[in-house]
């Protein structure tokens, strides 16, 4: 299983940035995939994850501001960030498990949000 992330840079403080990434490989029909990032120093924290069927969590930190999304048929899920701060600056990574008994986790590589004040 392979997570391919884009979308990332450098924008201000109120801009937006979409953030993309498509996983191809061997991968559970049903499944949650999401955003995950950690700025320099802090530990990785979840941002917002998405069902195969639609569900969503985020976290407290940026409901309001971002919206997930998720195209099953091209197994891409989305990151709409909307009214970016400085304290979103992190780099963002894309996740996906599936399973129940024995589950199975990938991480892509991390695409870097640096948001200027």
């Known amino acids: 299983v392979q997570l391919q992330a884009s979308g990332g840079g450098l924008v201000q403080a109120g801009g937006s940035l979409r953030l993309s990434c498509a996983a191809s490989?061997?991968?559970?029909?049903?499944?949650?995939t999401g955003w995950y990032r950690q700025a320099p120093g802090k530990p990785r924290e979840l941002v917002a994850i998405?069902?195969?069927?639609?569900?969503?969590n985020y976290a407290d930190s940026v409901k309001g501001r971002f919206t997930i999304s998720r195209d099953n048929a091209k197994n891409t899920v989305y990151l709409q960030m909307n009214t970016l701060k400085p304290e979103d600056t992190a780099n963002y990574y894309c996740?996906?498990?599936?399973?129940?008994?024995?589950?199975?986790?990938?991480w892509g590589k991390g695409t870097q949000v640096t948001v200027s004040s």
């Open positions: 998405i069902s195969t069927g639609g569900d969503t």
């Open positions: 996740n996906i498990k599936w399973g129940s008994a024995y589950v199975m986790n990938y």
């Open positions: 490989g061997s991968i559970g029909r049903i499944n949650t």
